[in-house]
Structure formats: C-alpha cells, structure tokens
C-alpha cells in the first residue's frame, strides 16, 4: 500500500490540531497515512497520531521549519516526495497550507487542488477531490493528471474516524536552503483567547445575521452561545457591517465549520454562508421569513422573530440547568 504524506498541524507546545486527525481519515482511503511532523512535540503527540490511523511519523526536528515561514516545510515535503513517491500529499486547507502546497507542487512539478471538503480513491486508487464551486452550488470531482497529488482540505470538511496504527516515529534531519530562508519569523505572540472554544474546533455554534438588526442586538447570540458552551460565529452581513469581527465570519470567504448543533439566528442563508456551515452535523434555523433559503437545509426551522425566541430558549436553557 502506497504511503500517503499529511502534513501535520499542531500547536507551538505540540498539541494535534483537529484538522490533522481529519487530514488522517481522509488519507487512509487512498494508502497508509505518513504524517510528516515539523518541529518539537511529535513524541507527546504520538498517541494521537496513533488512534487516528498514522503508520509513520517522520520527524524533522530543525530550527529551520520554526524560525522560517511556509518555504522549509515545502522543501522537506520534496525531498520526502523523491524519496517516498507517495500516492499523495495532504495538507490543511489554511492560509499558510495552501501555499506549502502551492510550493510544494512547482517544486515536484506536481498538480494541485485546493479547498477539497473530501478525499476518496476512483476505482484505479487515484486521488479524487471533491471541490465546492460557485458557493457551493456546483461540486466537482477533480484529479491530478501529473505527478504526485497535492491536495489542500478545508479544515472541519472531514469527520474525523480513530482507526489506531503504529506511529513509529522515524527522525529526519533537515536543513534549509538559503533560498528558503528568505522569509524570517520575527517574533511570535500568543492570540487572546477568551473561556469560548473556538470556532473552528466547537461542537457547538451559535451564528448570527442580519437580523439582529445592530451591534447591540448581536449581544443575544453572544448571550445564546454562552448558555449553551457554544461559540459564536456571524454572517458576511454582520461583519461588514462592523457589527462583529471578521474573524468569526462563517461562510465561503469566511471560516469552514462542522459542528455536532449549528444555530443559525436571524441569518438568511445565502448560498455563500452555506458553503461555510452545511455539513454541520444538526442544523437549527431561527428566522422570520419562512420563504429564507436556510430552511432548506435546516434539520429543525423556527419561524419567528428572533428577539421573541432566543429569550425563550434562554429560559428554558436555564431551567434544564437547575436539574
């Protein structure tokens, strides 16, 4: 079986992203993942490396790949490429992903194919990407005709599955080109976090939309998530508007989520922020337009004004608290 290369994400002190157990799952429908591990923490991260399904964990540990951007980590991925000829290269779907990847495949003159929401095998075992196009309204299967398959996959797009593997770690050395050093990371600071989890790793998420009419409405989302542990996330609308930071923004220029509860609130549906939250396991729709395109996908629609609703799901949220 043909080694599949991941490229791992994870965190400065060496915590397993969530895209790179989704990463994991998709790759072992077309090989044996490899996952290609870049800087310190890979032994504390072994074991979930191991329960998502990695074979092998190859390990460049090289202040190179740390203190310079995106160019080392594409370098070390090529030279994996000639050694390996693995069925395919997956990486996440990230700003800083999808230019490894772009380096990555003029280094192995290779085809590329970004913003994958799935990976799977055609009945020869090549690589098949499934891309949303248009905001969602067309899907298309696309396939590399040269060299080795780079695939970008949006984080949240695959549903992570445990299938437990080896993880044999399997050190590298690696040094960087001067040519790859031409980019140099400064100085690093740590994001402001508050006591919501993250966007793009919630298993809840609360939206709102245009219809909490203002900054001073949009609070009631913020009230909702709360309630519910969930975090919040905002239509293209509110962000515009100046109502909430973009950084929240769901949809297709926006961030890809797939919660296990997706309550969209006062939030119309365009097909844009759709292509950002239609794969939410459960979809709850709050709106007063019974005619808005969100109800289409939605598993459970309120008609009604939000303002009326929210309250009362907040009491009733507070009442099963006190059980």
């Given at each position: 079986m043909a080694e599949v290369l991941?490229?791992?994400?994870?965190?400065?002190?060496?915590?397993?992203?969530?895209?790179?157990?989704?990463?994991?799952t998709a790759a072992r429908r077309l090989g044996s993942p490899s996952v290609v591990w870049t800087g310190p923490g890979a032994e504390g991260a072994r074991d979930r490396l191991a329960e998502f399904g990695a074979d092998t964990v190859y390990v460049a540990d090289s202040a190179d790949l740390t203190d310079y951007a995106v160019a080392p980590a594409a370098e070390l991925l090529a030279q994996l490429v000639a050694a390996k000829?693995?069925?395919a290269v997956l990486v996440a779907g990230t700003t800083e992903g999808k230019e490894i990847a772009g380096r990555l495949a003029v280094k192995t003159n290779s085809g590329v194919l970004t913003d994958a929401t799935n990976v799977t095998a055609d009945q020869d075992g090549a690589p098949v990407a499934e891309q949303p196009n248009f905001g969602g309204a067309i899907t298309v299967h696309s396939k590399v005709t040269k060299g080795t398959p780079v695939i970008a996959v949006r984080p949240n797009a695959v549903s992570a599955e445990p299938a437990p593997a080896a993880a044999e770690?399997?050190?590298?050395?690696?040094?960087?080109?001067?040519?790859?050093?031409?980019?140099?990371?400064?100085?690093?600071?740590?994001?402001?976090?508050?006591?919501?989890?993250?966007?793009?790793?919630?298993?809840?998420?609360?939206?709102?939309?245009?219809?909490?009419?203002?900054?001073?409405?949009?609070?009631?989302?913020?009230?909702?998530a709360d309630a519910l542990g969930a975090a919040v996330g905002a239509s293209r609308a509110v962000t515009d508007a100046g109502w909430y930071p973009h950084q929240f923004q769901v949809g297709q220029t926006g961030k890809t989520v797939s919660p296990q509860l997706y309550m969209a609130v006062g939030i119309s549906g365009a097909i844009q922020h759709r292509a950002g939250m239609q794969t939410s396991k459960t979809i709850i729709a709050i709106?007063?337009?019974?005619?808005?395109?969100?109800?289409?996908?939605a598993d459970l629609g309120i008609v009604g004004d939000l303002f009326t609703v929210v309250p009362q799901l907040l009491d009733e949220v507070g009442k099963r608290k006190q059980l």
């Open positions: 991941v490229l791992a994400e994870h965190t400065a002190d060496g915590e397993v992203k969530k895209v790179t157990v989704e990463l994991l000829s693995p069925a770690i399997v050190p590298l050395t690696f040094a960087a080109s001067d040519a790859a050093k031409t980019a140099k990371v400064t100085e690093r600071a740590v994001a402001d976090k508050g006591e919501r989890p993250d966007l793009t790793e919630a298993q809840i998420v609360v939206s709102g939309g245009r219809g909490t009419g203002s900054a001073d409405g949009f609070k009631i989302i913020e009230e909702l709106n007063k337009d019974p005619e808005a395109p969100i109800f289409e996908i």
